[in-house]
C-alpha cells in the first residue's frame, strides 16, 4: 500500500489518542518507520497490525480501529484535492458509489502501482444499495465501511449505515489472502457483499423521472449497422455472451492478431474465447452479471494468436459473389498477392462487414475500454468502446492507424496530445523515479546511522535504561535500587621496559586496549554489564541494571576467565590484580553530555578496595562473599585479616577454582552457568 494511507492514519491517531500511544503502537508491530511518504510503497500487513496494537492499548475493538483508520483516510485525502473529484462524480451518493471503480482508474495515472478493489452496485432502491466488494487483499472490509460512512457524511450530507450480508475468504487482521489448495496455489479473490442503508428516494426518483421524460419516449430505433458505424470496435452480445455482430475495426483487428483463424470465426463465437476481461476485476464474465453493471467501465483485452503465420482466409472476387481460399504465404491459390484485398464477413445479424485485411500484425494486443449497455428490444449487450492507446508508438504495435479511431471521440486528440508530451512527461517521470531511488537511499542510510546511533547509545547506557529515556521516561526516572548485586573491578599491571616516555605511553595503551579487548569479549549481557574503565582499572557488575539471580557466580567465573585471558594473551611484565564484593547498590544515569550508568554504595567502595589490596593473577574477594561461594562449591583459600581504608580489617579470601574443575576445563566444556540462569529468568 503506498504511504498515504498510513499517514492519514499516524496523523488521526496522533490527534485524538496522543503521540505516546501511537510510539507504543509502533514499538508493539515492530515499526521501524517514524516518517511515511505519501508515494513509498509499504507492507500491507501494517494497517490491520496497528489496528490490533491499538485495541490491545485503548482496550477498544479491532473492528473499531479499522474502522476508523477508514474514516481518517477520507478526512485527510482532502488536503490532496481528491474530496472534489468525489464529488464531482454525481449528485447523489449513488452516482458516487457506480463510479468508484472509475475513480480507482484514473487514480492509477498518479499511484501506477496501486491495487485498487472492485467495487460494483447491484440493487438499488429508495432506501439504499447493495455493494459488492471485490479485492486480492483479505481483512480490509471494516476498513471501507468506514471510508462509505465517512464520505456519505461529509461530502453527501447523508447518514449511512453499512452491514455485512455476506463475505468470502475474508479474514479480520489478515492480509496475505487465502490460499487456494490447487495444483496452482492461487490466491482466492475475497469478496464481501455489504447492504447500504441511506435516504436514496431522490436519486430513484430522478432516474425514474428520466426514463419516463416524453424526450426519451418518442425516440426512433437505431439499426445495429448504424451503431457499429459509429463504434467500429464495438460488439453486440447475445444473452450466451456469444459475439453476433462487430464493427469492421473489431474484425480487422481481431483477423490482424489471429492470422491462422478465419475472420467468420469471430461472429457466433463466445467472447472469452478471443477476448479476456481486465476490469472489474474478480467477476464471472457472464450476461447476469454484465447487465448489473451499467454504470461501470469495462476493459477487455484482444487475445493474440500463438500462431504468427498468415491467415488462412477466403478473398472476394471481382463480383462478389465468389469466394476463394488465401494460401498460407499471403497469396490466393492462383498466386495472385491478396494484399489489400477486401474481405466480405456477414455477422448473425445480417450486417454486411466489409475490410481490407492488413499483412503487418502488431507486436501489442489491443485493449477496449468502454460501456456495456443492455438493449432490452433485443435482449442482447452491446459494448459501446473505444481502443485504449496512449501514444503513436502503441498505434503501430497494434497495427492501428488514426482512421480507425472513432471520429465523435476523442481518441485522436488524446494520442496527439500524448505524443507531443509525451517526452515532458517521460523525463518527469525519469526525473521522479530518480528522486523516489534518491529518498529510499536517503532513508537506508538514515536507518544505518541510527542503528550506529543506538549501537553508541547501549555502549555508553545499558540497552534496557536507553529504551526507557528513549520511549519518553524522565532519566531521573531510571534511578534504581539493588538489594544485593556483585561489583567487580581488574586492574592491569605492566612493567614498562621502554626508555622513552612516549613509547611507554604507547606501549600502555596497546596493552590496555588488548587486555580490555578480551575482558569485553567476556561480558555476557544480561548476565553480566561493563560499568566502565577508568585508567588501568576494569569495572562490571552483575545483578544490574538487568536482575540476575545467579549474579555472584557469574561474577567468580568472569573473575577466573579473567585471569585466564591475561595469562592466555602472554604479553610480558603484564598481570591483573581482580577484587569483587557483593551487596545493595544505587544506579543512575549520570550526566548530560556524554552520560554514563553508575552505581553507588558501600559495595562498590568494598569492592575497589579487595581490587587495590589484592596481589597480582590473583582474585580476593570478601569474607561475606567468600561463604556463599563456598556453599556453592568454589575453592577459596584462607588470605587473613586485611586492613581496607575505611573499613578497618576485613577478612579476605583467594578464589582459586570454580566448582569441581579450573577455569581451563570449564572453558572448553562450558559450565551451563548462562542456560542456568536464562532457565530461572523465565520461571523454568
Not at 538487568?546 to 557469574?554: A, R, S
Request: a neutral charge; aromatic letters at 10%.
Amino acid at each position: 500500500m503506498y504511504g498515504m494511507l498510513l499517514e492519514s492514519v499516524q496523523h488521526f491517531v496522533q490527534l485524538e489518542f496522543g503521540e505516546r500511544v501511537w510510539n507504543r503502537a509502533l514499538i508493539a508491530t515492530q515499526c521501524k518507520h517514524n516518517v511515511f511518504n505519501t508515494h513509498q510503497q509499504y507492507p500491507d500487513s501494517l494497517i490491520p497490525d496497528l489496528a490490533a496494537a491499538l485495541a490491545e492499548i485503548t482496550g477498544k475493538q479491532y473492528d473499531y480501529f479499522m474502522i476508523f483508520f477508514g474514516r481518517c483516510f477520507v478526512r485527510f485525502f482532502s488536503n490532496f484535492g481528491y474530496d472534489e473529484m468525489i464529488r464531482a462524480t454525481g449528485r447523489y451518493f449513488c452516482d458516487f458509489l457506480q463510479s468508484v471503480d472509475n475513480i480507482h482508474l484514473q487514480m492509477r495515472f498518479t499511484y501506477r502501482k496501486m491495487k485498487s478493489p472492485s467495487m460494483q452496485v447491484t440493487d438499488i432502491d429508495q432506501n439504499g444499495a447493495t455493494l459488492i466488494y471485490r479485492s486480492n487483499r483479505t481483512g480490509f472490509s471494516k476498513y471501507l465501511m468506514g471510508q462509505l460512512m465517512e464520505i456519505a457524511k461529509e461530502i453527501y450530507d447523508s447518514d449511512l449505515k453499512v452491514r455485512i450480508v455476506d463475505s468470502i475468504n475474508d479474514s479480520a487482521g489478515g492480509t496475505a489472502g487465502p490460499i487456494e489448495l490447487s495444483s496452482k496455489s492461487a490466491l482466492k479473490s475475497v469478496v464481501v457483499k455489504f447492504r447500504l442503508d441511506f435516504d436514496n428516494a431522490e436519486y430513484v426518483e430522478n432516474c425514474m423521472r428520466m426514463k419516463s421524460h416524453p424526450s426519451q419516449l418518442s425516440l426512433k430505433p437505431v439499426t445495429t449497422e448504424m451503431l457499429l458505424e459509429l463504434f467500429p470496435f464495438g460488439m453486440i452480445l447475445n444473452n450466451e455472451m456469444k459475439i453476433v455482430a462487430a464493427g469492421n475495426n473489431l474484425i480487422e483487428s481481431w483477423s490482424s492478431n489471429n492470422d491462422n483463424k478465419h475472420p467468420n470465426e469471430l461472429i457466433g463465437s463466445k467472447i472469452t474465447k478471443y477476448f479476456k476481461l481486465r476490469r472489474p476485476t474478480g467477476i464471472v464474465f457472464d450476461f447476469t452479471n454484465v447487465t448489473q453493471l451499467q454504470a461501470v467501465l469495462f476493459e477487455i483485452q484482444l487475445i493474440r494468436s500463438k500462431n504468427s503465420a498468415s491467415a488462412k482466409g477466403l478473398v472476394r472476387t471481382e463480383s462478389g459473389k465468389n469466394f476463394r481460399p488465401i494460401s498460407s504465404s499471403g497469396g490466393n491459390s492462383d498466386g495472385i498477392d491478396n494484399e489489400g484485398d477486401t474481405v466480405a464477413i456477414v455477422n448473425e445479424v445480417g450486417t454486411s462487414l466489409n475490410f481490407k485485411r492488413r499483412g503487418s500484425q502488431g507486436i501489442k494486443s489491443i485493449l477496449l475500454k468502454g460501456e456495456m449497455r443492455f438493449l432490452k428490444e433485443i435482449n442482447m449487450l452491446v459494448f459501446l468502446c473505444s481502443p485504449l492507446i496512449n501514444n503513436l508508438d502503441e498505434m503501430s504495435e497494434m497495427s492501428l492507424f488514426l482512421n480507425d479511431l472513432n471520429f465523435h471521440g476523442l481518441s485522436r486528440e488524446m494520442v496527439f496530445s500524448g505524443f507531443k508530451h509525451y517526452s515532458r512527461l517521460d523525463l518527469m517521470c525519469e526525473r521522479e523515479e530518480q528522486r523516489a531511488e534518491e529518498l529510499e537511499t536517503s532513508l537506508s542510510l538514515a536507518d544505518s546511522w541510527k542503528k550506529q546511533g543506538d549501537e553508541l547509545l547501549y555502549s555508553m547506557i545499558p540497552r534496557s535504561v536507553a529504551d526507557r529515556i528513549k520511549n519518553g521516561q524522565d532519566p531521573l526516572a531510571t534511578c534504581q535500587s539493588f538489594e544485593e548485586v556483585t561489583v567487580i573491578f581488574a586492574e592491569i599491571q605492566e612493567q614498562s621496559y621502554a626508555s622513552d616516555a612516549i613509547q611507554s605511553a604507547m606501549n600502555t595503551v596497546n596493552t590496555l586496549n588488548a587486555a580490555f579487548s578480551a575482558f569485553d569479549e567476556l561480558i555476557q549481557s544480561p548476565m553480566a554489564y561493563k560499568v566502565e574503565t577508568v585508567g588501568k582499572v576494569y569495572m562490571a557488575v552483575s545483578g544490574a541494571p538487568d536482575v540476575n539471580p545467579l549474579h555472584m557466580q557469574t561474577v567468580a567465573d568472569l573473575s577466573l576467565q579473567m585471569l585466564y585471558s591475561i595469562k592466555n594473551l602472554n604479553i610480558e611484565g603484564v598481570s591483573v590484580k581482580i577484587g569483587f564484593h557483593t551487596g545493595p547498590v544505587v544506579a543512575g544515569i549520570v550526566g548530560l553530555k556524554v552520560p554514563r550508568y553508575c552505581l553507588f554504595g558501600d559495595t562498590v567502595n568494598t569492592a575497589s578496595r579487595m581490587e587495590s589490596s589484592s596481589e597480582s593473577n590473583k582474585i580476593q574477594v570478601s569474607g561475606q562473599t567468600a561463604k556463599k561461594l563456598k556453599k556453592l562449591g568454589y575453592k577459596l583459600t584462607y588470605r587473613g585479616l586485611v586492613t581496607v581504608k575505611g573499613k578497618g580489617e576485613m577478612e579476605t579470601f583467594w578464589l582459586d577454582e570454580g566448582p569441581n574443575e579450573d577455569y581451563a576445563s570449564r572453558k572448553r566444556s562450558g559450565s551451563g552457568l548462562k542456560n542456568k540462569i536464562k532457565n530461572m529468568l523465565n520461571g523454568n
